[in-house]
Each structure stands twice: as structure tokens, then as C-alpha cells.
């Protein structure tokens, strides 16, 4: 499998407005994207750091993975997104190497991306989501 880059770091946060106005206080970067993804149950807006993302992340009700994540650890690192080009061929791989993915299939993301998440559990406490951009975001 090839990793294109790092896309975006997902952080979660109550109030999205204040976080953005905060990055852009304190570090200078500015949305390029925000969007409601319904079937993530997130608001999300994309700050771009170089050729990569801080992804801004809010919950849209508290039964929602970032709603729950907020609930039991508070505002915070959520999950880290690889680049690939084929994201069916790097699910294909990760089900060859036993990898616990929550996604078996890639699902709409953001951006028209297709996305798909492999569990916290499967390595390093960490929770990885892989992104094919459509076209126009390569
Ligand atoms: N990072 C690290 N660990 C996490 C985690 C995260 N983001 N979310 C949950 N965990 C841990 C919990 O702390 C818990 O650990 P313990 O068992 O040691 O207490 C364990 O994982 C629980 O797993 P679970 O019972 O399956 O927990 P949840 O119901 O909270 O679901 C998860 C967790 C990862 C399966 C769920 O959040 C999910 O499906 N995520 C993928 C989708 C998503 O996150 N969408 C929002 C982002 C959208 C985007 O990027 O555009
Ligand atoms: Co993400």
C-alpha cells in the first residue's frame, strides 16, 4: 500500500466557530472548506497547514462519534487521515493483514472523498480514516 501524504489531522471541538477563529488567531490558518456531513454526524471545516489539513471537527447530536468521543475524553486529537490513491485496493490490503477496519467498504466523506476508518484498536490507540480526493483535489 502507498500513503500520498498525511490529509488532515481531525480534531474535536464544542464550538466550531470559536475554533476556527482561534487557529486563525493563533496560527494563522484560515478554512478553506466547511461543510455539514450528515452521515459522519459532523460539522467539519478543513484549515490548511502546507499541503495538509487540520480538520475541525463538531458533533451534530451527542450520539455520534465525535459526539461521544467528546463526551468521554473532551475536546482533542480524534483521528489522523492518509492520502491514497486506491482506497479499495488499501482496504483489500489492510483485510489481507487482519487489520480491524470499521468501514469493509469506502463511504462519502467531505470533498467528495471517499473514506473509510480502520478501529483505534487495530494500532496504537489510534484512529486512522484513509481519503481518495476526487478529482480536483489531487
Ligand atoms: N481515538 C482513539 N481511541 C478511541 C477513539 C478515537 N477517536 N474513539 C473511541 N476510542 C476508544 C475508546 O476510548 C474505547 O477505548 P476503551 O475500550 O479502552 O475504553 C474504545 O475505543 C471503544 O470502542 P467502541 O466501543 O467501538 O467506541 P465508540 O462507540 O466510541 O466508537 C469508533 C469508536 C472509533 C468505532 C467510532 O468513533 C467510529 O466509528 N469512528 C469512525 C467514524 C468517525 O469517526 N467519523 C467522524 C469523523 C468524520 C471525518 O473525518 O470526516
Ligand atoms: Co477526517
Redesign the pocket.
Known amino acids: 500500500m502507498k500513503l500520498l501524504n498525511l490529509d ?1 489531522v ?1 480534531i ?1 471541538v464544542h464550538d466550531l466557530d470559536a475554533a476556527i477563529a482561534s487557529y486563525g488567531e493563533r496560527y494563522g490558518i484560515r478554512p478553506l472548506y466547511r461543510e455539514v ?1 450528515e452521515r ?3 460539522e ?1 471545516a478543513m484549515l490548511a497547514v502546507g499541503g495538509s489539513f487540520i ?1 475541525l ?1 463538531t458533533p451534530l447530536g451527542p450520539d ?3 459526539g ?2 467528546l463526551e ?2 473532551g475536546e482533542g ?3 489522523v ?1 492518509f492520502a491514497v490513491a486506491d482506497i479499495d485496493a488499501a482496504l483489500e490490503h489492510l483485510r489481507s493483514e487482519g487489520a480491524r477496519l ?2 469493509e467498504q469506502a463511504r462519502p ?2 470533498r467528495g472523498a471517499r ?1 473509510a ?1 480502520v ?3 487495530d494500532l496504537t ?3 486512522i ?1 484513509l481519503v481518495e480526493l476526487g478529482d480536483g483535489h489531487e
Open positions: 488532515h481531525g474535536a456531513v459522519q454526524g459532523v467539519e480538520q471537527l455520534t462519534p465525535v461521544k468521543f468521554r475524553n486529537m480524534h483521528h487521515a470499521i468501514d466523506g467531505g473514506i476508518f478501529h483505534p484498536k490507540g489510534t484512529l480514516e
